[in-house]
């Protein structure tokens, strides 16, 4: 078996392996989008003499973490034929994908793992509780009606001039939040490829726009596949946009995050709702992640020992001084109770917003000092992420 980086000629052979190996085989514009992908991702294959058998693909995406952007490596496509698994394929794919994410300088990756176990064996941890929600008809939100600021468009009827102001605002949106994810051109064609129904409605403010959302009207369900706002006044009105197609949808359908207390200004609040975990992160280049890291204030050095067997260059002791200064650092006797040691899962998820520290210090292969972990606790941000992107 070789592991290599998938060449132009084996293209057909990846589409034949996706095709085989997820549940529908795709064609028109999503065949389009996998092939662009296929092209413009690190894409690693597993070889059977000239036999494409394994392959995965990472994206080369970003995200933000705490108001720190990072190059991120989305892994995707994922797949083998099933003759050849339980034979260690999986994991050489994956082995490599690590090594190649740390060369492009891509210090974080994000999954959507078929098997959450199966990742996290690899240091992928969960990072995001995702709410989904159904609201019936007698439920649908109103607010009091406001001034009429919405405009609307489709992928189908384009207002260009909208459709660019909304990117933008998209995107420095997603600088603001934690766990948010720029969307470049490439990623805007990509939603017009695989959901060529969406349509958008956004509310402006003078010139600006203050929120969007996408969405998808089928089967009598008003489908929100994005809603981003800025302040309360966009959100209502964008909800009482929603809510006047109530004479042709029998229900609201979308996600959010399962910290936003969603639904608590509704008149009913009390409708169906469902928490899934469906995303994991992992931290690629532990020393690359931190140098960048938005730390926040705390009173004397942090020592931490990171286990990542799949990764070896993480498994060092890191000594983060007072001036946010990172260094590896060897031959130093520390007491083990100075020390933050963690695996990368917990490290991952920690360090994202996902756990709290005293909820890491659950895992830590051994205790601290209380002064070591009201220290971490002032150095870390707090806020929870976010990350409804899908590949």
Not at 35 to 63: C, F, M
Not at 103 to 119: D, G, M
Not at 264 to 283: A, L, N, Y
Not at 356 to 369: D, G, M, W
């Amino acid at each position: 078996m070789e592991i290599k980086l998938l060449s132009q000629e084996d293209e057909e052979q990846a589409h034949r392996l996706r095709d085989y190996c997820f549940p529908t085989k795709y064609t028109g514009a999503r065949r389009d989008d996998f092939q662009y992908w296929v092209r413009h991702s690190t894409a690693i294959g597993a070889y059977d003499k000239e036999n494409l058998v394994g392959k995965l693909l990472i994206l080369p995406l970003n995200i933000t973490v705490h108001g720190v952007n990072y190059k991120m490596g989305g892994m995707g496509f994922v797949a083998t034929y099933p003759e050849y698994r339980n034979e260690g394929t999986m994991k050489k794919l994956i082995v490599r994908s690590l090594a190649e994410m740390r060369k492009n300088n891509q210090a974080i990756s994000v999954l959507a793992p078929f098997s959450v176990s199966f990742y996290r064996h690899f240091g992928w941890e969960l990072f995001f509780d995702k709410l989904h929600y159904s609201i019936p008809k007698e439920s649908f939100p109103q607010f009091p009606i406001q001034s009429n600021r919405m405009k609307r468009f489709s992928f189908e009827w384009m207002d260009e001039e909208g459709y660019s102001k909304i990117q933008q605002f998209h995107n420095e949106h997603a600088l603001k939040t934690n766990g948010g994810m720029q969307r470049d051109a490439a990623w805007w064609q990509r939603l017009a490829r695989r959901e060529p129904d969406s349509h958008f409605a956004y509310y402006t403010k003078g010139d600006s726009i203050a929120g969007y959302i996408r969405y998808e009207i089928k089967d009598l369900t008003f489908f929100i596949r994005d809603f981003v706002t800025d302040g309360i006044q966009a959100e209502q009105s964008l909800w009482n946009f929603i809510s006047s197609h109530q004479a042709s949808v029998h229900a609201i359908k979308g996600a959010t995050s399962a910290a936003s207390h969603f639904g608590f200004q509704f008149v009913q609040p009390q409708f169906k709702k469902e928490i899934t975990q469906d995303v994991m992160i992992r931290i690629v280049d532990v020393y690359a992640f931190l140098k960048k890291y938005a730390w926040e204030h705390y009173e004397h050095s942090l020592y931490l020992r990171v286990q990542d067997p799949f990764a070896p260059w993480n498994e060092c002791l890191f000594h983060i001084s007072k001036d946010r200064e990172i260094e590896i650092v060897k031959d130093r006797l520390i007491e083990k109770q100075h020390v933050l040691s963690l695996p990368i899962t917990i490290l991952s998820a920690m360090m994202a917003g996902y756990l709290s520290v005293s909820e890491a210090l659950r895992y830590a292969n051994h205790p601290v000092r209380k002064e070591e972990e009201e220290n971490w606790k002032s150095a870390l941000p707090t806020n929870p992420p976010v990350f409804y992107e899908y590949f």
